[in-house]
């Protein structure tokens, strides 16, 4: 017995010679086949529309079968009753489904395929109103982010635990720093075992530290500059004809700069950034080259060991 399938684009097209009982179970596995397809194809559509995966089972297991109870439809598409109410009422919002009270029986009934078409439309237009807004919008948020984008990286620390973090961060870092010293750096008795800790941990790791200072004790100064600043990897400025009082100490090293006040409360403020930093930077240098005819003056007696 010889069969002409006719072609379609979902499935295949030939000649099959098969016995009857073959041919009906051939037939039932190409509906299966084109019943799968249909139904993707359906569920793609669906969501392009804009439904859920449980609204898009819910209103193709309507149009398979028709006017449903919320019953029947919960045994049909396998979505919980409870959750069945909220579907449908967004199914009817959107003119996908029907209510019809038949006396003391509610059925939902599917709406017209052609309703999809009128969804697709609607998405489409307001695909468009967004476009429209996003260019009206592109110039204010293209600077936002680039504000956002470049916006130093601020942190703030307090008392002893804060000052340790600080230099925590200063040996992770590893690079070389300047030193802007406070006048009020020596106030503190409780940091000097801190910062005593720190200038080892510096030699440890190699670190180099360049300080600009003023000249308040000279018998001290001279102490530091001739026994220890060598083995400390410390080279200094002294300033004293001018009135180089810092109410706050600036720390520079790598990208960042540290701006600490031990006047009263320990507060400390981290900028992260490296054109900040590099400003900061351009300061040192220019406060360290003018200090120098001064400083050679006043060490010119003063040899290092």
């Known amino acids: 017995m010889k069969i002409v399938i006719p072609h379609t684009s979902l499935c295949f097209h030939g000649y099959i010679l098969l016995q009857d009982i073959y041919i009906v179970k051939s037939f039932d596995k190409y509906r299966k086949i084109c019943l799968h397809v249909f139904m993707s194809l359906l569920n793609d559509l669906l969501e392009k529309a804009g439904l859920d995966k449980k609204e ?77 807004n996003y260019e009206i919008l592109l110039n204010s948020l293209q600077s936002q982010f680039t504000l956002i984008e470049h916006k130093p990286l601020v942190t703030y620390y307090e008392g002893l635990k804060g000052l340790k973090r600080l230099y925590d961060d200063v040996n992770q870092t590893g690079a070389d720093i300047l030193l802007l010293r406070s006048t009020y750096d020596d106030y503190k008795e409780e940091i000097d075992d801190i910062i005593a800790e720190q200038i080892v941990e510096q030699v440890k790791r190699g670190i180099h530290a360049k300080v600009i200072g003023p000249l308040e004790d000279i018998e001290e100064a001279k102490v530091l500059y001739t026994k220890y600043d060598k083995h400390r990897l410390v080279e200094e400025r002294f300033i004293k004809n001018f009135k180089f009082e810092l109410p706050a100490q600036i720390l520079i090293y790598g990208n960042k700069t540290a701006i600490s006040t031990v006047k009263e409360d320990i507060v400390i403020t981290i900028i992260d950034h490296e054109d900040v930093t590099n400003t900061f930077k351009v300061l040192f240098d220019f406060i360290w080259e003018y200090s120098t005819p001064e400083h050679k003056e006043i060490v010119k007696d003063w040899e290092q060991e």
């Open 56 to 132: 898009s089972a819910v209103y193709t297991t309507l149009l398979n079968n028709g006017g449903l109870t919320v019953l029947e439809i919960a045994r049909e598409s396998g979505q919980p009753r409870t959750n069945l109410y909220n579907i449908l009422d967004n199914l009817k919002q959107q003119n996908l489904v029907e209510e019809v009270k038949e006396e003391s029986t509610t059925k939902y009934f599917p709406k017209s395929p052609k309703e999809i078409e009128k969804l697709l439309d609607r998405k489409s237009q307001m695909i468009k109103h967004a476009k429209l």
